[in-house]
């Protein structure tokens, strides 16, 4: 399944949740179907900032990614491990949004990540961004992370959808 079928995918998922079931938090520490949507949307949102911040650059970034960055991209993927970020990075995502909200904004990014999937081609891939763990990425890395990050969802979203059934 490519990117952008996986995102429609995850928006077509939302129908199928009531509203106490998007915000069910089953446990201390364990985040709602709708807190993990919140997350994947903002994060892609972040990610496809960084992509455009690199298409207005005008100087080539010589440094690379980490070796934790180079291991993701030639995996293709995060491992298939929870990761837990630092507690002042990790503010829990929202539970208020209801399934109209979230639907509107996997709307709202599906069309962005297409618009800016077009240019990506044509932007230097010498033009990048950090990373605070993945080091230095171009646009079409940047790009490439949103499906990525997605994917790496894709595990929690089955056991959150088990808790709620």
């Known amino acids: 399944m490519n990117d952008d079928q996986l995102l429609i995918t995850f928006k077509s998922e939302l129908s199928n949740f009531s509203l106490e079931q998007l915000r069910y938090i089953s446990a201390v520490g364990v985040w709602s179907i709708g807190q993990m949507y919140d997350h994947l949307i903002v994060v892609a949102n972040e990610y496809l900032d960084n992509m455009e911040t690199c298409s207005t650059l005008n100087k ?20 298939p491990i929870k990761i837990r970020l630092p507690d002042e990075l990790n503010s829990p995502p929202n539970n208020s949004n209801d399934k109209e909200d979230l639907i509107t904004r996997m709307d709202q990014l599906i069309e962005r990540l297409s618009h800016l999937k077009s240019k990506v081609d044509y932007i230097n891939l010498g033009y990048k961004v950090e990373h605070g763990g993945f080091g230095w990425l171009n646009a079409r890395e940047w790009c490439d992370l949103v499906g990525m990050h997605f994917r790496h969802h894709l595990r929690q979203k089955d056991e959150l959808k088990k808790l709620i059934m």
Do not use: A, D, I
Not at 60 to 79: A, C, D, H, S, V
């Open 60 to 79: 080539e970034q010589p440094l690379g990614k980490t070796q934790f960055g180079e291991e993701l991209y030639r995996n293709r993927g995060f491992p």
